[in-house]
Structure formats: structure tokens, C-alpha cells
């Protein structure tokens, strides 16, 4: 288990990101640590990881991913997290080659992949998986990156680690009831269509572990 942990504390979503950003401001790190809440942007599509209640109609039925090309949406931010086995302390910088998970925040489901066929290019379907955080193997990810460290002003690549597809993005549209957002699946040849890059959020600094009563609410589902 990571250290994060996943409560069911109510915290109002305008209060929170109000702090988020308030704390974000002030902390200029050049690279992404355990426990940031971050906002992935696919660099080729110019579209944000994104997640919601919506369940995909075919496949595995679980909650879909997606891309959107809106900003300022909340259910685009995801937390970066330590895998089941292998603990991930906040603050501490995220190694290139480094198993992670990514849990949307609003409503605590892995970031998550598995053979199904996606919906529209017949990729290897992504999902958002699990309850409070907590689901199974197939939501590590390996973080690929060129240097020692994930940087925050990197292109990097997420390869899923059971079966080795790499996250990405290739232009393929929904209709309703999400109309224009892009489809996000696992392609197993990398490509332009597979890099992100960390855009909006809060990067968690050494020096402030367990320091704030206020950062253990940040990782609450609300």
C-alpha cells in the first residue's frame, strides 16, 4: 500500500482546488513527486486525461477515459500514487522507469487497462477501475522517461505494465452523451500519439511531508 490512503471526507471541490492552487504557487519543482494532484495533457492532441460517471456501453463496461480539450474541468486531475506492493511516500520524486498508479480524484477509480477492445479504434481499451483508490495489478503504469527523474517539463510515456500497451491518444471522436471528447485506449507502438506531458496541479515537495493537517485532505474523493 502507498501512503496517500483514500478517505470518504467531504471537502467542496471550489475549496480544495483553491488550495491547491494557493499551495502549487509557491512550490517550483522540476519534477513530479508522489502524491501531486496533476492534470495530463497528451501532447500531439492537445487534449487532458480525463475521467466522469460514464460507463463505456461495449467492452468491459467500466468507467471510461477520455480526452478533452477544456481546461478547466475538474475531473481531469489525477493522483499520482505508489503501487499496491510498492510504497510511494508524498514528496518523494517519481523515477523514470518507476511503477505508479493514477487515481482520478473525483471519484477514486485507477487509471487502468486490460485486453478488451476499445470502442471506437479497436485499440486496447483504458478505463478508470477500483473503489476509494483500491483495484487490482492492471492499473500500474511504468513511467518512461529519458533522464533519472519524471521532470514536470517532460514528454513522457505510460506503458502499462501487465501488458505493455502504451497510453495514448489518436484522434477518434465520441458522440453522445460525450460529444467531441477524444478516445483514450493502449497502443502496443510508440508514436507521437503516446506522449503527455504534467500541465495544472500541485507537485507535492519533500521538505513538506506530513507538515500540513491540510495535505491528507487534498487525496479525499469529493
Given at each position: 500500500?502507498?501512503?496517500?490512503?483514500?478517505?470518504?471526507?467531504?471537502?467542496?471541490?471550489?475549496?480544495?482546488?483553491?488550495?491547491?492552487?494557493?499551495?502549487?504557487?509557491?512550490?517550483?519543482?522540476?519534477?513530479?513527486?508522489?502524491?501531486?494532484?496533476?492534470?495530463?495533457?497528451?501532447?500531439?492532441?492537445?487534449?487532458?486525461?480525463?475521467?466522469?460517471?460514464?460507463?463505456?456501453?461495449?467492452?468491459?463496461?467500466?468507467?471510461?477515459?477520455?480526452?478533452?480539450?477544456?481546461?478547466?474541468?475538474?475531473?481531469?486531475?489525477?493522483?499520482?500514487?505508489?503501487?499496491?506492493?510498492?510504497?510511494?511516500?508524498?514528496?518523494?520524486?517519481?523515477?523514470?522507469?518507476?511503477?505508479?498508479?493514477?487515481?482520478?480524484?473525483?471519484?477514486?477509480?485507477?487509471?487502468?487497462?486490460?485486453?478488451?477492445?476499445?470502442?471506437?479504434?479497436?485499440?486496447?481499451?483504458?478505463?478508470?477501475?477500483?473503489?476509494?483508490?483500491?483495484?487490482?495489478?492492471?492499473?500500474?503504469?511504468?513511467?518512461?522517461?529519458?533522464?533519472?527523474?519524471?521532470?514536470?517539463?517532460?514528454?513522457?510515456?505510460?506503458?502499462?505494465?501487465?501488458?505493455?500497451?502504451?497510453?495514448?491518444?489518436?484522434?477518434?471522436?465520441?458522440?453522445?452523451?460525450?460529444?467531441?471528447?477524444?478516445?483514450?485506449?493502449?497502443?502496443?507502438?510508440?508514436?507521437?500519439?503516446?506522449?503527455?506531458?504534467?500541465?495544472?496541479?500541485?507537485?507535492?515537495?519533500?521538505?513538506?511531508?506530513?507538515?500540513?493537517?491540510?495535505?491528507?485532505?487534498?487525496?479525499t474523493e469529493f
Open positions: 500500500m502507498d501512503s496517500l490512503g483514500f478517505s470518504r471526507a467531504q471537502l467542496p471541490l471550489t475549496v480544495l482546488l483553491s488550495c491547491m492552487f494557493t499551495f502549487s504557487s509557491g512550490s517550483e519543482l522540476k519534477f513530479v513527486t508522489c502524491g501531486s494532484v496533476v492534470k495530463l495533457l497528451n501532447v500531439k492532441h492537445n487534449v487532458r486525461l480525463h475521467s466522469h460517471d460514464v460507463r463505456y456501453g461495449s467492452g468491459s463496461g467500466q468507467q471510461s477515459v477520455t480526452g478533452v480539450t477544456v481546461v478547466e474541468d475538474s475531473n481531469s486531475y489525477w493522483t499520482v500514487r505508489g503501487t499496491s506492493e510498492v510504497s510511494c511516500h508524498r514528496g518523494t520524486p517519481v523515477q523514470c522507469g518507476q511503477n505508479i498508479r493514477l487515481t482520478h480524484v473525483n471519484t477514486g477509480r485507477n487509471l487502468h487497462s486490460h485486453y478488451f477492445t476499445s470502442p471506437l479504434s479497436s485499440n486496447q481499451e483504458v478505463s478508470a477501475f477500483g473503489e476509494n483508490g483500491e483495484g487490482d495489478h492492471l492499473d500500474e503504469w511504468t513511467v518512461l522517461c529519458a533522464g533519472s527523474v519524471w521532470q514536470r517539463d517532460e514528454s513522457v510515456r505510460f506503458r502499462h505494465t501487465a501488458t505493455e500497451a502504451l497510453l495514448s491518444v489518436t484522434g477518434e471522436q465520441y458522440g453522445r452523451p460525450i460529444h467531441g471528447q477524444r478516445e483514450v485506449h493502449g497502443m502496443m507502438v510508440s508514436s507521437s500519439h503516446s506522449y503527455w506531458k504534467t500541465m495544472e496541479g500541485v507537485f507535492m515537495k519533500p521538505s513538506e511531508i506530513g507538515s500540513r493537517d491540510f495535505i491528507s485532505a487534498m487525496h
